[in-house]
């Protein structure tokens, strides 16, 4: 521009200027504050009073913009992960019906989620890999860390006739607590349990679950009694593996 000498008047230049300094100042700051550190006492003392209280002022700030910029070798990455465990235990098969006992179908389940979970990319933890379901303790433990946890279970009644699907969650969990069971619900063809596939943990008649008190979800994928649907998870738990795993990876795209 012709008149390049009157920039300067410009509040655009102005403010431009303001934003490099104060941006040189951030980058310098850490700088400033190491050479200011070395220089003997006796040196700073002979400062003119003047000068010597704009250099105060200037490692002041120097000092508050060196704390507030991020340092990365000090805080590592981390990165959310989901949590999916099986319920029971190597040493607790939970319900049985003949040859199946709940933990061994669920920790299949559990496998097969975390199979498409890794295809995915999603970051993700279980309570066990292949054939290893470990105890309720280790589940717990990991649904406090995770951005979201869920474990599965099957149902068990007396009488043979009793189905469906359900998700035991807090009620801030129940619109995930729908989805999971619609997922499962769709691929077995099952009816819904309670509220569209969601039971308030206040209104369940297995109490307060620790899994749920520390943030997960559980997933009652049918009952082990019933013998169609047992024959059904036998037949398809793959498919809804899937079902529910597309379902969680949604839900961490849209958190």
Do not use: C
């Not at 990319?121 to 290893?132: P, Y």
């Not at 596939?197 to 019933?226: K, T």
């Amino acid at each position: 521009m012709d008149d390049w000498k009157q920039a300067w008047k410009l509040k655009s230049v102005q403010v431009g200027a303001a934003s490099a300094f104060f941006y040189a100042l951030i980058l310098l700051s850490e700088q400033f504050l190491s050479v200011w550190n070395v220089i003997p006492q006796e040196l700073k003392n002979k400062i003119p009073e003047s000068i010597g209280e704009w250099v105060g002022m200037f490692v002041g700030v120097a000092m508050v913009l060196a704390r507030l910029k991020k340092q990365p070798e000090l805080h590592g990455d981390i990165k959310p992960f989901v949590t999916i465990t099986a319920g029971h235990s190597n040493v607790d098969p939970g319900a049985v019906n003949g040859k199946y006992n709940e933990a061994e179908l669920v920790r299949q389940f559990r496998n097969a989620v975390a199979h498409y979970l890794a295809v995915a990319g999603l970051e993700f933890k279980t309570d066990g890999t292949g054939t290893i379901n470990l105890p309720l303790t280790n589940a717990i433990a990991l649904a406090k860390g995770a951005s979201l946890a869920v474990e599965f279970h099957m149902n068990a009644a007396a009488s043979k006739s009793a189905n469906g699907v359900e998700t035991i969650a807090l009620p801030k969990d129940k619109v995930l607590a729908q989805k999971l069971s619609v997922a499962v619900a769709n691929v077995f063809g099952s009816r819904l349990r309670g509220d569209n596939g969601w039971i308030d943990q206040s209104q369940s008649a297995r109490g307060r679950l620790g899994f749920i008190n520390a943030g997960g979800l559980i997933v009652e994928l049918g009952f082990i009694s019933n013998e169609a649907e047992l024959a059904e998870f036998n037949l398809k738990y793959w498919s809804a593996a899937k079902a529910v795993a597309q379902v969680i990876i949604e839900h961490e795209k849209d958190a």
